[in-house]
């Protein structure tokens, strides 16, 4: 994939989420230094449209000359939706034939196509995904089917209303939990003038079991030259069983719930998903590193018992440090899959992470 023409990029790769174009915690400078040293891993950002609706508005975005000039982020690569299940929500109940419906910061808002592309020019993201009618896995067939056909009939609107004619275009991909479905809207899609890809309706309620049928539902049906970007997924095993279906990236609130929460990710890159919470008294007078053999600012700078410290007296540093550790870790672990893929061995380590992953949560329970 090519980064905007500025440098490649090897997929399968991550998306950080953000908050109005930023990390959520980690500040402009940090991502600037070497506290995330991966590039171009760290340079893809994922940001929602709907941050926007208010306050800068589009109209003071467009003046300044889009996102990247505003944020002073020349050098990154931006791939915008509407739904980054953090802040912006879709809400299938309020949908209609004239826009989705979404809960925002600013409230429910219905956004209509037109509305949508007018926030798109504004902000000149390199990639954007069009406007899509998603919906959970336990709606009815009717409504299930109305989505697809509204998430079409919106593509060819905003096909329509873009300057550039897809040229950096995501055609958006609903389904729900029907195969049918997916398939359906997968071929229509692929018959459009778009870039690539982008999958919704993921993390919607669905049976993980069902995921991988629903996955290889779309990916079956599209060319493989394109992209493949991938909402709702982002836990580990999530992330590898979409990989094995075609997936090329992936936008995660995954690393935001974990820093929420006071955990770090630990596990091995090889292996399991293990965490620890570092709010927890054992860590009190833990001078370890996060990590051990971790080379991020967090892990070289910083201990555990640092860390628990700013937690427990609810300081804001705790976040941004918890943030950078983790970002670094799991792109290690978005390293580690290419690396397994261009040595022919995916396979063998998806089975290894699965299985030591089992193993270990059967030990906890074991424990309790």
């Known amino acids: ?84 299940s953090i ?14 419906s979404f809960e925002t910061p600013c409230g429910r808002r219905l956004v209509k196509p037109a509305e ?8 000149k993201p390199d990639m954007w995904a069009s406007l899509a009618d998603e919906v959970p896995s336990w709606v009815c067939d009717k409504r299930n089917k109305t989505s697809v056909d509204r998430t079409v009939r919106w593509l060819d609107e905003c096909i329509d209303l873009d300057t550039e004619v897809g040229k950096n275009m995501l055609g958006a991909i609903v389904g729900g939990s029907s195969v049918e479905e997916r398939k359906r809207c997968a071929t229509e899609v692929a018959r459009r003038n778009v870039s690539g890809y982008w999958i919704g309706g993921f993390g919607l309620g669905e049976n993980f079991e069902e995921r991988p049928a629903l996955l290889s539902a779309v990916t079956d049906n599209l060319p493989e030259e394109k992209p493949r970007h991938v909402t709702g ?57 996060i990590a051990n053999n971790c080379s991020c600012y967090t892990c070289l700078n910083h201990t555990r018992a640092y860390i628990n410290h700013l937690l427990n007296v609810h300081e804001m540093l705790a976040q941004t440090l918890l943030e950078i550790h983790n970002t670094h870790h799991y792109m290690g672990f978005f390293r580690s899959i290419r690396e397994a893929i261009k040595a022919g061995e995916f396979d063998e380590f998806y089975q290894r992470f699965i299985d030591n992953r089992r193993g270990n949560l059967t030990l906890a329970a074991m424990s309790l």
């Open 233 to 289: 997924l982002g836990l580990p095993e999530e992330v590898l069983d979409g990989i094995a279906a075609g997936i090329d990236l992936f936008d995660s609130t995954y690393i935001y719930h974990l820093t929420l929460g006071g955990f770090a990710v630990v596990f091995p890159l090889n292996s399991d998903g293990a965490k620890i919470n570092l709010r927890a008294t054992i860590y009190r007078k833990d001078t370890s590193p």
């Open 87 to 100: 802040l912006c929500l879709s809400e299938s109940d309020g949908t209609n034939k004239l826009g989705a």
């Open 116 to 123: 949508y592309m007018c926030m798109i020019s504004s902000l």
């Open 1 to 84: 994939m090519d980064g905007g023409g500025r440098y490649p990029v090897e997929t399968p790769s991550l998306l950080l989420t953000t908050r109005k174009g930023l990390p959520a915690f980690v500040p402009r400078d940090h991502l600037l230094s070497s506290s995330l040293p991966f590039l171009p891993d760290s340079r893809l950002l994922h940001v929602s449209p709907l941050h926007f609706i208010e306050c800068p508005s589009p109209k003071t975005i467009s003046k300044i000359g889009g996102l990247h000039r505003m944020l002073g982020l020349q050098g990154y690569f931006f791939i915008a939706s509407p739904r980054d």
